[in-house]
Structure formats: structure tokens, C-alpha cells
């Protein structure tokens, strides 16, 4: 049976959570492969806002088992917060395992990640959450994991080699009075042991769920834009948050990845710093803006908001090798006369369809508009295809000729009823 995987397709945001609830009605296994809690997953449920950070957003059914893959980076902390808001919701977390690869995201690494980012004078923007500083620790070989932190003598081992390094860098640059081995050791040791018997070779389950014939579904974080290798560098994340990212964070072979829906916003938002060329500064992007309710989940940030960019979710669709585009907030639309489409940019006086590998050059790209009639019809009770507006069908089929990739999902609001599955994903659960 298929392993599916539902990517970002442009800077986070674009409804991830949403359509991975969706889809995990009938998913055996949800996983998340990258990224940690600089992820802000909304799902809605019988009118309950649930905002997830680190557990994949199937942990809402009962019978999914949720799966914290080697390549996020884990935020204890976080980690057992949220295990506890899921409980005070009545949601069991008997499913939830964590891979024993999987990178601790540090006391020390959070402290890095702001003073850093005040440090900076290109600023990124990041959520603050340790993510990057976690992740320099993991490639510098200097990165304590779920594996040694669930095992005191190798936790204390690990602090003690790292920890004097951490604080001369916090103290000597940053004149921060550091951290005590001692400290830190007792404090995680507890939210250790609040999961530790959650910790597992979660690579091994995924194969045998994947032998089993059960039905796994990879839910990305972040965007393809905010890829570490292929988003818009230096203003990214720290992980390969697009689809090349999945084998490597799961322990999975990348052939057995048979599907890979790209989720795309009907418009385009940005939260943080970096180039973003159909950014609309008026009245318009802060219409787009109140209709969408887009201010961040993680950090309440207003998120910047512009029209939908054909060249951007072409350059994804190759990136990810998407076989299914996901089209969410279409109805934020519903309000407007008319609705623009960049599809190609002016670059200098040349035209072009493919986006910019040169950061310099995507901040002189200027967006070469299509403009297509808005339907001005209310969309969130469409049930199918049949039910929208004929210039709402026309948008959605003229964005997926842009893209070059196949519609497969419509949202048209943020509950799951709301939802058009135009073809399925994965057959009925055993
Ligand atoms: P994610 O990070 O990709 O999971 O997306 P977020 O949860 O950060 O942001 C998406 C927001 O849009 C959330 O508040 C969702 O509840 C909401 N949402 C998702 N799909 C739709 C939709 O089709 N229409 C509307 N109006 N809201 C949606
Ligand atoms: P989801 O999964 C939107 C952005 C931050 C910042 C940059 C780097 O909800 O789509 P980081 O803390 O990761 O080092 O910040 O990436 N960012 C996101 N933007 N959605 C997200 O996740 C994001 N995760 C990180 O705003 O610009
Ligand atoms: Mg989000």
C-alpha cells in the first residue's frame, strides 16, 4: 500500500494541518520527517481550534498511530506540553512514538537562536524556537538525541562533553550567564521520563506498517521556499522541508514514496523576513488578510499576504516532484472583483517562467500578472467540483495548467467537511 506524503508548496502555512486531519481518516500512520515546533499545525474539529507543534496532526483519530520521525528536532518540553493539552482535550497520545535518532532541541539552543538572530544584521525572522541552532549542533556532530536523553548515564555524558563549549560562546559573545550540567540534567531527565516509553525505531515501524499493507501518510512542516537547499536562502529554515527530505528524516526508501501532494494557498503568505515578489502592501493584501485570518499560529506574527505565484508553485511541483496539488482558502477569495495570477516574472525587460536560483535577482523580479474574473459567490458549503462557481473552477483549473501538476484537493474552509477530494489519496482503512 502507498506511503503519501503532503509537502508545502510555498512559505509554510498553507494548510498543512487541515488537509493531513483530512486525509488521516484514513491513514494507519502520520509521520513528520523535518523541522520541530517552529511548525503551527490548525485543525478544526466540531468547532475546537487545535494548534499543533511537534505531533503530527493525525494524533485526532483515535486508531493513527503518529510518528515523531529522526529528522524533526524535539523540544522536550514542548514535546510533553502538548502531550498534555492533547489529554486536557480528551485526545489519547497512546500512539504517538518518537524516533530514538531524533535531535533534542536545548535549553542553550533557544537562547542561541534569539540572541543570534539580534545579532544579525540580515534578519531571518526565526520563530525563536532553537530550531537552527539545534540543527548546527546535529551536523557538527555535537547533538544530544531522544536516544541518550531517555538514558541518564549517556544524557549526563553528553552535557558534560557539550555544555562547557555552549557557555563560553554565551558568556564570552554574548555575555549570557550560561547553563549548569546539573540544572539542565534534572529538568529534562523529567520530561524524559514522561516519554520515554514513547521512544522507538520508528523507521522500522513505517516498514512494517508499509508490509502490513497499512496506509502511511508523511506530513511536511514548513514550506519548499523555507527549504534549507532549495527555499529562498539565507531567509529559510534549517531542515529540507521539501519532498527530498522525507527518506532521509523517516529511514524510509525514497521509492516507496508513491504520492506527493503539494499544498498550496489560493493566494500566497509569508511570515518573516526574505524576498516575496506578489507581496501586496495594500488594501488588497490586508483584505486577503482578515478574510484568511492570517496572523502565524506559532507566533501570532501578521503574515505578510499577495497573490497566488504560478512560478513559484512550478518550481515547487519540480522540486517535490508533486503528482497532486492540495488548493486551500479558496474561499478567501470569495470576495474579490477580480483575482491576479503571476506567471511569469520581468526580470531586467526579460521574461521569466523559471524561478530565480540568485536571491539578488528573485528581489529585482517584478510579478507579469494574468488577471481572471472573481466569482464573488460564496464557496465554503461546496460539497464537489459541480458545486463551485464556474469562475472559481476556472481559476482552480487555470493555476493547476500554470503548475503543471494535476488538482487533486479543494478546501474551502478550515473544517473537514470543508474539504473536496476530487481523487483519493489512499483506498478505505483495513
Ligand atoms: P499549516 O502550517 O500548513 O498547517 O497551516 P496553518 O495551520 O499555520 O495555517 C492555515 C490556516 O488556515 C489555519 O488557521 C487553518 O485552520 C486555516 N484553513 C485551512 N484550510 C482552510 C480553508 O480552506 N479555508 C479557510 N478559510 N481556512 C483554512
Ligand atoms: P508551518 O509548518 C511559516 C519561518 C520563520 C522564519 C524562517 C526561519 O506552520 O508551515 P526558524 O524558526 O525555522 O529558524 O525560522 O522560517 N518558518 C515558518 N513560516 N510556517 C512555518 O511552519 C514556519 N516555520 C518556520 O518565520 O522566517
Ligand atoms: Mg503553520
Known amino acids: 500500500m502507498p506511503i503519501a506524503a503532503l509537502v508545502g508548496t510555498q512559505w509554510g502555512d ?26 503551527g499545525h490548525t485543525v478544526v474539529v466540531e468547532n475546537v481550534k487545535y494548534k499543533l507543534h511537534l505531533i503530527p496532526s493525525g494524533i485526532l ?45 536545548m535549553p542553550y539552543h533557544k ?41 541518564p548515564t549517556r544524557f549526563r555524558s553528553r552535557l558534560e562533553d557539550f ?61 519548499t521556499f523555507l527549504d534549507i537547499d532549495h527555499g529562498t536562502y539565507p531567509f529559510v529554515t534549517s531542515s529540507n522541508s521539501s519532498a527530498g527530505g522525507i527518506a532521509a528524516g523517516l529511514g524510509i526508501g525514497p521509492n516507496h514514496v508513491s504520492s506527493i501532494i503539494g499544498v498550496v494557498k489560493a ?64 474561499d478567501v477569495l470569495d470576495a474579490f472583483q477580480s483575482i491576479k495570477v503571476c506567471v511569469a516574472y520581468d526580470y531586467r525587460g526579460e521574461r521569466l517562467e523559471h524561478f530565480p536560483t540568485d536571491l539578488e535577482a528573485l528581489q529585482e523580479c517584478r510579478p507579469i500578472y494574468v488577471e481572471l474574473p472573481g466569482w464573488q459567490t460564496e464557496t465554503s458549503n461546496a460539497q464537489s467540483w459541480a458545486d463551485l462557481p464556474a469562475k472559481a473552477q476556472d481559476f482552480l483549473s487555470f493555476i493547476a495548467k500554470e503548475v503543471g501538476c494535476a488538482l487533486q484537493i479543494i478546501s474551502v474552509g478550515p473544517r473537514r467537511d470543508q474539504t473536496i477530494v476530487l481523487s483519493e489519496v489512499f483506498g478505505e482503512r483495513d
Open 267 to 330: 493566494y500566497s503568505t509569508r511570515v518573516g523576513e526574505g524576498p516575496f515578489p506578489t507581496e501586496l502592501s495594500d488594501a488588497v493584501g490586508e483584505l486577503i488578510r482578515e478574510r484568511g485570518q492570517e496572523y502565524g499560529t506559532t507566533t501570532g506574527r501578521p503574515r505578510r499576504c499577495g497573490w497566488f505565484d504560478a512560478v513559484m508553485v512550478r518550481y515547487a511541483a519540480r522540486i517535490n516532484g508533486l503528482t497532486g496539488l492540495a488548493v486551500t482558502l479558496l
Open 61 to 105: 483519530y483515535s486508531g493513527t498511530t503518529c510518528l515523531i520521525g529522526n529528522g524533526v528536532v524535539v523540544d522536550p518540553k514542548v514535546l510533553v506540553e502538548e502531550m498534555r493539552y492533547l489529554h486536557e482535550h480528551g485526545i489519547d497520545t497512546g500512539n504517538l512514538y518518537i524516533s530514538d535518532k531524533a535531535h533534542v532541541i
Open 163 to 223: 555544555l562547557p563549549l555552549k557557555n563560553r560562546i554565551l558568556q564570552e559573545i554574548y555575555g549570557h550567564p550560561g547553563f549548569e550540567v546539573e540544572q539542565i540534567f534534572q529538568e529534562y531527565s523529567g520530561y524524559a521520563r514522561e516519554f520515554a516509553d514513547r521512544v522507538a525505531d520508528t523507521s522500522l515501524l513505517i516498514d512494517e506498517a508499509r508490509l502490513a499493507g497499512k496506509n502511511v501518510l508523511c506530513e511536511g512542516a514548513q514550506g
Open 14 to 39: 498553507e494548510g498543512k494541518g487541515k488537509i493531513t486531519d483530512v486525509l488521516a481518516a484514513k491513514a494507519d500512520v502520520v509521520a513528520r520527517y523535518q523541522g520541530g515546533n517552529n511548525a
Open 111 to 151: 537562547v542561541l537562536d534569539k540572541l543570534e538572530e539580534q545579532a544579525r544584521r540580515l534578519k531571518i525572522g526565526t520563530t525563536g524556537r532553537g530550531i537552527g541552532p539545534a540543527y548546527v549542533d546535529k551536523y557538527m556532530r555535537a547533538g544530544i538525541r531522544i536516544g541518550d536523553l531517555i538514558n
